[in-house]
């Protein structure tokens, strides 16, 4: 039996659709799609702008340390939601080492998995990022609530949230640099 185009066509384009879904290539060719099409973050307008009161909130590091958000209050903040399974998430972490690596020392990181703590550890370990990443020991503040991952939000000094992202984004930008200066001269 002789194949027509048409059908090795459609052949070659099930088995590349198969490779996408089903393996660990289509895993990471999603990653660098991520990465390519991920733009700045958008920054929330004024009037938009929701604010943060209830900072109660308990984290769990990797060490199994608690960290209370209340702690947090009064200083800038980047909060990220992410897993280890999530093609955008591991898309756009790249960008957030490098921000990290930079503002560790004036922003509050939270890295807040949700995920197996062991995934967690290896692909930290693997890729060598240093990042302070936390899982939720407590319900998370209701202004913080989200339906998809990666979820980021940038916060104020006065609580208000400048940044809500939902989706990959390239963190590392001249944009989100200036932001946060202002935040932290506020």
Known sequence: MKLSKN??????????????LFTPVGFHLRVFAGRIFAGSPDIVLNEEKQKL??????????????????????????????????????????????????????????????????????????KEYELPVFFEATDIPSVLSHKSIP?????????????????????NSENTRNLLNKLLSE
């Open 53 to 126: 009161i209830d900072y109660d909130w308990e984290l769990l590091d990797l060490n199994g340390n608690t960290l209370n958000f209340e702690e947090k209050k009064g200083q800038v903040i980047l909060l990220n939601f992410w897993a280890t399974w999530c093609p955008p998430c591991i898309a756009e972490l790249p960008s957030l080492v490098e921000l990290h690596t930079d503002y560790q020392d004036e922003v509050v990181f939270a890295f807040v998995a949700n995920d197996d703590q062991d995934k967690v550890v290896s692909l930290l370990n693997k």
């Open 7 to 20: 059908q090795v066509s459609n052949i070659v384009w099930i088995l590349i659709i198969a490779l996408m």
């Open 151 to 171: 979820t980021t939000y940038i916060i104020g000094k006065s609580g208000k949230i400048v940044v809500a992202e939902h989706g990959a984004a390239d963190w």
